[in-house]
C-alpha cells in the first residue's frame, strides 16, 4: 500500500509542470539564493537613501546640521563608545528596563493566571484591571514621583506598568482559549487539577505567553524612554533629552540607533530563550 | 460486563438525546453502534466514558457503577486529539504517568510496534498523516490495558485502503488484551468486518432499534457469502429503522392534508 501511495505521488509530481520541477534538486537550491537577494532588496531603499545624503553634504549642496550625514552618526557613536559614555548609558536604561520587566511580566503571569483558571477570580479582578488599564500609563507619571520619588523606583514602577497590561492580558486570554477537547483528554486519564495545569494547561499556553511576553518587552522599551525624559542624569532617554537642549542631532540620531539595537537585541534573546519551549508548535513563524 | 440501564441523557438545552438505553456487553465482546447522524451515539460513548453525567439510569462496569472516568474505560475520539507538544512517544505514554520508566519504554515500544510507527517515534503530532496520528491516540488508549476501549467513529475521515489497514491494527492491539469494545459507525462494512453484534439506533430521542449479533469465525473472510449476507443484514435493519422513523411523519403528513382539505 506505501508502494501505491508513493507511487501515486511520484505520478503527481511528472504530471505537473511545478511537481517535476520539485523533483529536481537544482531548483531549490537556485530558488534560496533568490531569496536572499529579495532580502537585500530591502536593505536597498535605506542604503541608498544614506549614500545619496552623505554624498549631498560632502559635496556641500546641504549643510546637514539639523540631518547629520550617517558618517557623522557613526562618529558620534563612536566616539560616545570610546569614552565609556555611551556604556553607562546603556546598562542604565537596561537595567532598568531588565527591573521593570521582571516585576510586570511575574505579576502579569501570576494575575493573569489567576483570572484565566478561576471564574471568581476573574469576576473579582478582571473589571478593576481592565478601567485601570484605560489609564494612558504616563498620567501615572506624577503619582510614581510623589510616591517613590524621582529616582530609580518611580522610573522601574512606570516601566512595570507598561509590561503588566499585555502580559496580563495574553496569559488570561491563552488560558480561557485552551482547546476543551485537549482537557478532556486529561480528564480520560483522570489527572489531579495540578497536573492538569501542569501537563495540559501550562505547554498549550507556552506559545501565546511567549508573543504576551514579547509585547510586554517591547512596551518596556517605549517606556523607559518616557521615564527617562521625565528627569534622569543617564540613560538612552538622557541622550535624547540632552542631545535636544544641546542641539546636537547627531547625539539624538546615535541614541535612537543604540535604541534600535538594543530593542532587537533584547527581543531576540527572549526569542531563542524560549524557543525550545514552543518547538513542536506547527507555524510558519520558524521561517520567518 | 458493561450493563447499561434505562440510561437517559437530556441536554441543558432541552434535546433528548438518549431515552431508556438498555444494553449489556459481555467481557471481549465488540459492539459496533451504528444509526443516522445526531441519534446519539457520540453522547453514548462520552457517558461510559464518564466524561457527561446521565440524565437517569446508570452504567455500571463489573457491577461498580461509573460517574466519572474510569481507569478501566479507555477512549478513542473522532479526531485523534493529541497533544501537539509531545512527540508520538510522549503521546502514547501520556496515561503512563505511575508505570516505571524501564516498563513504560517497553510498552511505549510494544505499541508502537504494534500500529506500524516505530519509526516514527520521535516525531511531532504535527508531521504525522491523518491516519498515523489517528493510529497513535489507538496506542494511546490501548496501551494502559483498559478493560473496556470505546472508539467514536475512529476510522470515519480516512480512505478504504488506510481503513483495512487501520482494522487489522485494531484487532492486532485487541487479540492482545481482548479488552471489551464499544464502536460506532456508520460504515456497514466496518461494523461486519470487526464486531461481535451490531446495534443499530435511532434519533429523536436516541434509542436502541435492533440488535443483531455477527457471528462470523475471525479471521474473517470478505469475500466470503457469509460476510455479504451480514452486511445485507444490517443494512436491512437500518433501513428498516430509517423507514420505521418516517412512517408516522408520513401519516402526520396525511392527516394534516386531510384537515386542509
Ligand atoms: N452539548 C450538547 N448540548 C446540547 N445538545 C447536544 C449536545 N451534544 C449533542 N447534542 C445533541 O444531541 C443529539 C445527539 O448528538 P450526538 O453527538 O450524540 O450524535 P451522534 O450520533 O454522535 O451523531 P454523529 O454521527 O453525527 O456524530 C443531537 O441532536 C445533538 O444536536
Ligand atoms: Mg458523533
Known sequence: ?????????????????????????????????????????????????ALIWEGIVSIGWAQGRLVPPPSRIVATLWGLSETGELWTHVWATLWRVAAGFAIGAAAGIVLGALSGASDTIRRLLDPTLQALRAIPSIAWVPLFILWLGIFEASKVALIAVGVFFPVYLGIAGAILSVDRKLVEVGRVFRLSRFKLARRILLPAVLPEAVIALRSGLGLGFMFVVAAEFMGASEGLGYLLVDGQQMGKPDQILAAIIAFALLGKLA?????????????WQDTVRERL | MLNLEHLSKTYADGTRALSDINLSVRESEIVALIGGSGCGKTTLLRLIAGLDRASAGAIRLDGTTITEPDAAIGIVFQEPRLLPWLTVTDNIAFGLDGVGAAERRERVGHALAKVGLSEHADRWPRDLSGGQQQRVAIARAFVTNPKVLLLDEPFSALDAFTRASLHEHLLGLWEETRPTVVLVTHDVQEAVTLADRAVVMQPKPGRIFDELPLSLARPRDKSGPSFDSAVRRVLA?????????????????????????
Open chain 1, 1 to 49: 500500500m506505501t508502494g501505491q501511495a508513493s507511487g501515486r505521488a511520484a505520478g503527481d509530481a511528472w504530471s505537473s509542470p511545478e511537481g517535476a520541477a520539485a523533483l529536481a534538486a537544482p531548483h531549490s537550491a537556485e530558488k534560496r539564493r533568490a531569496v536572499d537577494l529579495r532580502v537585500l532588496l530591502g536593505l536597498f531603499l535605506p542604503v541608498a537613501i
Open chain 2, 237 to 261: 435493519a437500518l433501513d428498516q429503522s430509517l423507514q420505521t422513523q418516517h412512517a408516522p411523519k408520513r401519516e402526520q403528513d396525511r392527516q394534516a392534508a386531510a384537515l386542509w382539505w
Open chain 1, 267 to 279: 527581543d531576540s534573546l527572549l526569542m531563542l530563550g524560549t524557543k525550545p519551549l514552543v518547538r
